[in-house]
């Protein structure tokens, strides 16, 4: 993010928080479905072939389990889900990714995401470029999952993350002054437990409308770690905003994605320091 207007910021709204160098490494927007249980491994060449032209490069993951949001109920821990069908062994997550490796479409036989990546020192591209890829892709699958007669992709759930790794700086340097950055880890009065030497910290908060109805949840992470590159300390934050489609198809998920991504972007302002802020330019 520059610091001047660029068409992408102007493409976003205004009233939300801005900065010209946030520490932004990573964007996923997906959607979650009932499963296909049409889909073969034969077709997962085919569906790769609708993106092959910009994502040259496919391999395989675990496929993810099936996550809801229970809104009738205080969120709990995370909740693990047995493979009882033994008849038939998991198809698996598929990534494409792009030439340039800084994108990658993940596609599983109830999942799709578009994940956006720092591979370099590239500008992040903003959410209104990546909503629009997202939309476009989203509609080209559902268009050939019906022609090909393999079920039909019912949205259960949307799913929106930003991941901002925070590198040791002259704003902070040890993880015992984390409290320079996340708000909620201000540091307490003073004990005899000597330097902290780790940090991890979780926390959810539910998602409302503008009615104050109530849409999802925003899950908040914070773990303090070691770069790979560089063994640089950091601080991981990661924001995901996960809950049901505000309305059919595509477009009641992208409806979801954008109150999400919302809640997202004024909670990292909210959970963050002033002292963050300025170091990483905020623009309002």
Known sequence: MSAKPSKNRRAEADDLPDFARPPITEVVLGVQFDPL????????????????DRFPTTDDHPPLASSFERLEAPAQ???????????????????????????????????????????????????????????????????????VGIGAIEINQCEVSYVNHILADESWSETSQAGRVFRLLAPSSAHDLGPQEHVRFDASFLIVDNSKEPRGRLHVSLVSGILREGSKRMLSLTLTARGAPMGRGVEGALAFLDLGRRWIVRGFADLTTEHMHTAWGRIR
């Open 37 to 52: 249980v049409g889909l073969s491994s034969g077709r997962l060449g085919e569906i790769w072939g609708l993106f092959r």
């Open 77 to 147: 821990p995370r909740e693990f889900q047995m493979n009882l069908d033994f008849m038939r062994p998991p198809l698996p997550r598929c990534w494409f990714t792009s030439k340039s490796g800084d994108e990658v479409i993940q596609f599983q036989q109830d999942r799709f995401h578009h994940n956006w990546r720092r591979a370099g020192a590239e500008e992040y591209p903003r959410y209104p470029v990546l909503r629009q890829r997202f939309e476009s892709e989203a509609n080209d699958l559902i268009k050939f999952v019906d022609s």
